[in-house]
T-cell receptor, first 114, second 115 residues
Framework: KAGVTQTPRYLIKTRGQQVTLSCSPI?????VSWYQQTPGQGLQFLFE???????NKGNFPGRFSGRQFSNSRSEMNVSTLELGDSALYLC?????????????FGPGTRLTVL | QKEVEQNSGPLSVPEGAIASLNCTYS??????FFWYRQYSGKSPELIMS????GDKEDGRFTAQLNKASQYVSLLIRDSQPSDSATYLC???????????????FGTGTLLAVQP
């Protein structure tokens, strides 16, 4: 079974631009979560989508948004990029079975903001 | 107080030794706990999950959970140089009555296995 895939793998943008990252979950997985990883803050939860609805959201500004499609694929968007948005953005998918649900991570998208 | 705390290390152990990685968490309603391994420049890879008090073994790995002490650990037996990586402890906060996913990660412990 194919794992979580993310595109693009690397991205370079300039301040003020916007960016869209894509995530395809493992087949059959219905929940998709997004995380930001930086050297200073570590891994931080951005948001989770299930059945095309955002179920939970982390403490990030409104510039960070996402959506999920009917086939469970998800995208996240960052508008008005800032230098501090440079990070590894990770997508994780899970079956959404309840308290024992396990998330599996994709390879990530490395975003550099200049 | 951070929600999930780990010693950042580095933890250096000789090849063949037991590596012991520890994690404490602050939220008593947490229900599921995970250990992920992350090699430099790569994404986190699931090593172990544990949901009930006690020990859970999988090959060279043993996870231990003590909910009363809000403590979870990972033991790696017969450590190999290939085990050198950052080990991330993660706690899943299940919110409300539904099954939502919000992993809270510790900062990770860097393990170095010396040949």
């Amino acid at each position: 079974k194919a794992g979580v895939t993310q595109t693009p793998r690397y991205l370079i943008k300039t301040r003020g631009q916007q960016v869209t990252l894509s995530c395809s979950p493992i087949s059959g997985h219905r929940s998709v979560s997004w995380y930001q990883q930086t050297p200073g803050q570590g891994l931080q939860f951005l948001f989770e989508y299930f059945s095309e609805t955002q179920r939970n959201k982390g403490n990030f500004p409104g510039r960070f948004s996402g959506r999920q499609f009917s086939n469970s694929r998800s995208e996240m968007n960052v508008s008005t990029l800032e230098l501090g948005d440079s990070a590894l953005y990770l997508c994780a998918s899970s079956l959404a079975t309840g308290p024992t649900d396990t998330q599996y991570f994709g390879p990530g998208t490395r975003l550099t903001v200049l | 107080q951070k929600e999930v705390e780990q010693n950042s290390g580095p933890l250096s152990v000789p090849e063949g030794a037991i590596a012991s990685l520890n994690c404490t968490y602050s939220d008593r309603v947490s229900q599921s706990f995970f250990w992920y391994r992350q090699y430099s420049g790569k994404s986190p890879e699931l090593i172990m999950s544990i949901y009930s008090n006690g020990d859970k073994e999988d090959g060279r790995f043993t996870a231990q959970l003590n909910k009363a002490s809000q403590y979870v650990s990972l033991l790696i037996r017969d450590s190999q140089p290939s085990d050198s990586a950052t080990y991330l402890c993660a706690v899943n906060l299940h919110l409300g009555g539904g099954a939502t996913n919000k992993l809270i990660f510790g900062t990770g412990t860097l393990l170095a296995v010396q040949p």
